[in-house]
């Protein structure tokens, strides 16, 4: 096979102000580079887009860079090696990289990992055995110190990072999960299909009047992917000593001007109530722990991944735009062919 020398890219192409719309970014046919030494070209399979990229395409340095106006965007992806040149990987094998958003890319081969794609979809090395399954691991387990008896409490809890959660916590021995979501199939699917004891719709009601509900006694541990509203509520209503792991705040990533923080913070001081930030990288020493259990429950059936496909490289900017819209369930992925 004659190695191609040209993809299609997603490129950045104005910083979104507010909700990002489709006029944010462009599609384009670009040239490949050379593929130099230690490093190996790659067709990219299937490609994750996530709420965090949403922060990197304002021009605000965080804990990574931010994306660059006229650049491509990067994110996590799984695809074939068809040309080597580092001794690390053989043209054939399967990895796991970050650069993502387009048909082929270029990577170096320290920043490629070598995965198993014969008993394992390609599909879940960017969610349940990804970065979105460490982070719901490390972050109940480690980050909010989870307990069993604990009555557990996720908000966007049918997206990847919140189902995962869910379902761990339950394996763990908590009391009770309880999970919200946006529309009644959600909610469904939270304890109908992943075992969540109960759930809510927040579109319904006040979200501290429904968690009242689903858990009159409060809750011992909350993993925020939502931040705002769900923040508030969970302040308002954690058990004294309660243990917060905050991975998220996706209510909050598109508005514009200043965010006003949580109204109920002051709960946290008379609970004392602990509040622990993370990043996924905060926890690379318990990722091989992650990997050899999440590989078992997965095996077993112990824990599910719906997924939200959408084909083609070139729509790869729709289904980012659908999925901060909340019109995804589960995993959010683009099949690249």
């Given amino acids: 096979m004659t190695a191609p020398t040209a993809g299609t890219e997603i490129r950045l192409a104005s910083r979104p102000d507010g909700m990002p719309v489709p006029e944010n970014f462009t599609v384009a046919r670009a040239d490949l580079p050379d593929v130099g030494p230690g490093q190996v070209l790659v067709r990219n399979l299937v490609l994750s887009v996530d709420p965090y990229m949403r922060g990197r395409m304002n021009n605000v340095r965080t804990y990574v860079p931010p994306f660059q106006i006229g650049k491509p965007l990067e994110g996590g992806a799984v695809g074939e090696v068809l040309v080597s040149r580092s001794p690390q990987l053989a043209a054939g094998d399967v990895v796991l990289h970050g650069l993502g958003w387009r048909e082929y890319a270029v990577v170096g081969a320290a920043g490629a990992t070598r995965v198993d794609t014969t008993a394992t979809p390609p599909e879940a ?66 304890t109908e299909e992943l075992g969540f004891d109960r759930a ?15 858990s009159p006694d ?38 514009r001007g200043e965010v006003v923080g949580p109204r109920n913070l ?15 990288g905060h926890y690379e020493h318990v990722k091989d722990r992650f990997l050899a259990e999440m590989g078992g429950w997965l095996a077993r059936g112990d824990v599910r991944c719906r997924e939200t496909v959408v084909q083609g490289v070139e729509n790869t900017p729709q289904a980012f735009l659908d999925m ?9 992925l683009v099949r690249v062919d």
Wanted: hydrophobic share 45%; charged share 15%.
């Fill in 266 to 280: 002051v709960q946290a001081i008379g609970k004392g109530i602990t509040l622990r930030g993370f990043l996924v």
């Fill in 125 to 190: 090395y960017l969610g349940a055995l990804g970065m979105p399954g460490h982070a719901a691991y490390a972050g109940l387990l480690e980050a909010a110190e989870f307990r069993p008896g604990d009555t557990v409490f996720v908000s966007g809890a049918a997206g990847t990072v919140g189902s995962i959660v869910g379902q761990i916590a339950k394996l763990r021995g908590a009391a009770k999960v309880i999970g919200s979501a946006g529309g009644p199939a959600k909610v469904r699917y939270l």
């Fill in 324 to 332: 901060l819209g909340g019109k995804n369930t589960g995993k959010t």
């Fill in 200 to 214: 809510f719709d927040y579109r319904d009601r006040p979200i501290w009047q429904q968690l009242v509900k689903a």
């Fill in 218 to 255: 409060g809750f011992d541990v909350y993993f925020d992917n939502v931040g705002g509203d769900h923040l508030d509520a969970a302040l308002l209503l954690a058990r004294p000593g309660a243990r917060f792991a905050l991975c998220g705040a996706i209510s909050q990533y598109n508005e």
